[in-house]
């Protein structure tokens, strides 16, 4: 069992950077694939990126690839989501997940209550 717990979102203007990070319960911690995913307003939840149980790989969506970077602290439990250059279509709320690596949200068995970022125009 893994418990999620998201931070670091609010309101910032667009073009400027945050740092989301995600603290998770539970000794099993390294052995999860971790992603991110966000929800906007009437919108599907969508991918965002995932990185393995090691960090040796990661994945982008294509509309945040080079402004995005998913890192984690296995001694820490935590995983983080770099964000910068941030647009309005990045308005969300992003969710951390833990479980099989993928881009699917199906692929992860355990989820954060979600982070509110707020991306000003």
């Known amino acids: 069992q893994v418990q999620l717990v998201e931070s670091g979102g609010r309101l910032v203007q667009a073009g400027g950077s945050l740092r989301l990070s995600c603290a998770a319960s539970g000794r099993t911690f390294s052995s999860y694939a971790m992603g991110w995913f966000r929800q906007a307003p009437a919108k599907e939840r969508e991918f965002v990126t995932a990185i393995n149980y090691n960090g040796g790989s990661t994945y982008y969506a294509d509309s945040v690839k080079g402004r995005f970077t998913i890192s984690r602290d296995n001694a820490k439990n935590a995983v983080y989501l770099q964000m910068n250059s941030l647009k309005p279509e990045d308005t969300a709320i992003y969710y951390c997940?833990?479980?099989?690596?993928?881009?699917?949200?199906?692929?992860?068995?355990?989820w954060g209550q979600g982070t509110q970022v707020t991306v000003s125009s």
């Open positions: 997940a833990a479980g099989r690596y993928g881009l699917r949200a199906d692929s992860y068995d355990y």
